[in-house]
């Protein structure tokens, strides 16, 4: 059993950077792979970033590729998303999640789970 808490979500201008984190309790931190996922308003589910276990490896959404960073602290039990250059089109809640596993995983259906969400809201 897993439990999730973002933070870090809120109100800023397009071109802005905004760091988001997640802080992990229950099962060992370092056992699973994590990841970044939003839903923006009437829109599915979409996949963000993902890191691994020892954050050595790490993929992204081409829409964010270059411009958001995920990473861990496994000694925090904690995983962030730094997004920078924010655009109106990032406008979301962003969820974080825990994996099956140790791979990285891109698919929601792949995440077992999930914290409660952070609203996320890029003015032009």
């Known amino acids: 059993q897993v439990q999730l808490v973002e933070s870090g979500g809120g109100l800023v201008q397009a071109g802005d950077s905004l760091r988001l984190s997640c802080v992990a309790s229950?099962?060992?931190?370092?056992?699973?792979?994590m990841g970044w996922f939003r839903q923006a308003p009437g829109k599915e589910r979409e996949f963000v970033a993902t890191?691994?276990?020892?954050?050595?490896?790490?993929h992204y959404a081409d829409s964010v590729k270059g411009r958001f960073i995920i990473s861990r602290d496994n000694a925090k039990n904690t995983m962030y998303l730094l997004m920078n250059s924010l655009k109106s089109e990032d406008t979301a809640v962003y969820y974080c999640?825990?994996?099956?596993?140790?791979?990285?995983?891109?698919?929601?259906?792949?995440?077992?789970?999930w914290g409660q969400g952070t609203q996320v809201t890029v003015s032009s």
């Open positions: 229950g099962r060992t931190f370092d056992w699973y792979a």
């Open positions: 999640a825990t994996a099956r596993g140790s791979v990285l995983r891109l698919k929601s259906d792949d995440y077992v789970y």
């Open positions: 890191i691994n276990p020892t954050g050595g490896a790490t």
